[in-house]
């Protein structure tokens, strides 16, 4: 390899530059062939999703590749994501970051699952002025810093699951309630994300003047749930709102089965990484239930790499044997962003990169990306589905609804 500044040298010779700390380092490039790092949850905690996480850049990745690859400087290049796994742990992950900027000289990134792995690593790119892309940090913590070189293509955490409290009050009204009558369950995993969905639904709530009867924080190491669904069971709450990645979401279907605990509405997250449809592990437990998604096969998102969203979970499940949960699509989506940036900066120079990545306005199959100051999505609506025989029904908000909402879900 040969170091050099030259936008046009890089382009000739493959360069990578090594004075990361500046804004004019180049991206890493080995022949015709344009590196991305990413610090994975490939075990611990966030396997699941983790994987999920991987196979939406590769997808995105070999599609975008086998469709020319990025133009810069006239000259089509690859993309190639260099992996480590971050075993789930953020000071691992932030140790990760360092070696791909400092020892592997990758200066483009994609993002870790979930928000705390995202809240170790931003600071590190911010450092050494690496622009990272990511679609699964979406704690509003994230975007408060001030940073510039962070940008999250993905709806924030606060929005997850508002729109639930929203469908209770319209039930009540049909009921002739006053929705203020209403009574709200909160459970929570302990963590930034969790934690930033907790703070949306209770300002709803409050809107609304609903009462929240239980607000419960649980451990991040969810192994439990039981002591709060004997609350549930006794406060007898109108809507249950619960958020522990898919862990919790697993947790909370199976022991609200084997509790016959009955709430009109529940809402939760992560139901598809948990693959709580699955009838061999979860059987019918999770009919009828809420589940917050920032994107759906159903919508009418399209781009020119995989089609519509549709098109792009015909392709992931032909890749992968299963039908794409958010978390893939997001994924891919931010591999989507970094290929339109550098083809509309036409320069391998981080600096320039990052400026094009700021001024994104683009429709992808995922959702319509456009970044506000603090580098989040302000172009796109998070979406609630509900569980009807198994299928995935987006029931809110109403201009992307293609079901009813059945109300109230069966009781066990």
């Not at 790092?37 to 966030?46: D, H, I, N, R």
């Not at 170790?120 to 699964?136: H, L």
């Not at 649980?218 to 609350?231: A, V, W």
């Not at 992931?316 to 958010?326: M, R």
């Amino acid at each position: 390899m040969t170091l050099t500044h030259g936008v046009a040298g890089a382009l000739i010779a493959g360069a990578i530059a090594t004075s990361l700390a500046s804004p004019a380092a180049l991206a890493k490039v080995e022949g015709d062939t344009i590196f991305l790092g990413a610090a994975v949850s490939l075990t611990g905690k966030y396997t699941t999703a983790g994987n999920h996480t991987q196979k939406g850049y590769e997808l995105a990745v070999k599609t975008i590749n086998a469709k020319g690859g990025v133009k810069v400087g006239g000259k089509s290049y690859k993309l190639k994501v260099k992996y480590y796994d971050d075993e789930s742990t953020p000071a691992r992950g932030a140790q990760l970051a360092e070696r791909l900027i400092q020892q592997d000289g990758v200066t483009f990134l994609l993002g870790p699952y979930s928000s705390g792995l995202t809240k170790a690593i931003a600071p590190v790119t911010e450092k050494y002025k690496i622009p990272m892309v990511e679609g699964n940090g979406a704690s509003r913590a994230l975007f408060n810093k001030g940073y510039k070189y962070l940008f999250a293509v993905l709806s924030t955490s606060e929005q997850y699951l508002q729109s639930a409290i929203t469908l209770a009050a319209e039930q009540a009204n049909k009921a002739g309630r006053s929705p203020s009558s209403l009574k709200v369950a909160v459970v929570v995993e302990n963590d930034p994300f969790s934690l930033d969905i907790r703070a949306g639904v209770l300002s709803d709530a409050k809107r609304y003047g609903m009462k929240v009867v239980i607000d419960d924080k649980l451990p991040r190491e969810l192994s439990d749930m039981s002591t709060t669904l004997t609350k549930v069971k006794a406060l007898k709450p109108d809507i249950l709102v619960a958020s522990g990645h898919s862990k919790g979401a697993a947790l909370a279907v199976r022991q609200m089965a084997a509790m016959k605990v009955n709430v009109p509405i529940v809402a939760m997250t992560h139901c598809e990484s948990a693959k709580v449809t699955d009838q061999s592990k979860f059987g019918n437990n999770a009919e009828g239930n809420l589940c917050a998604a920032q994107w759906a096969p159903s919508l009418s998102y399209k781009d020119k790499w995989f089609g519509s969203a549709a098109d792009y979970a015909k392709t992931f499940k032909a890749a992968y044997g299963y039908v794409p949960p958010y978390q893939a699509a997001e994924s891919s989506a931010s591999v989507e962003v970094w290929a339109d940036a550098l083809q509309r900066a036409n320069s391998f120079d981080t600096g320039k990169v990052r400026d094009a990545l700021a001024a994104t306005n683009m429709q992808s199959f995922y959702g319509n990306i456009k970044f506000d100051r603090s580098g989040k999505n302000i172009a796109k609506p998070m979406v609630l589905r509900q569980i009807q025989k198994g299928k995935y029904v987006v029931v809110a908000p109403a201009k992307w609804a293609d079901g009813t909402l059945e109300f109230p879900k069966p009781r066990f």
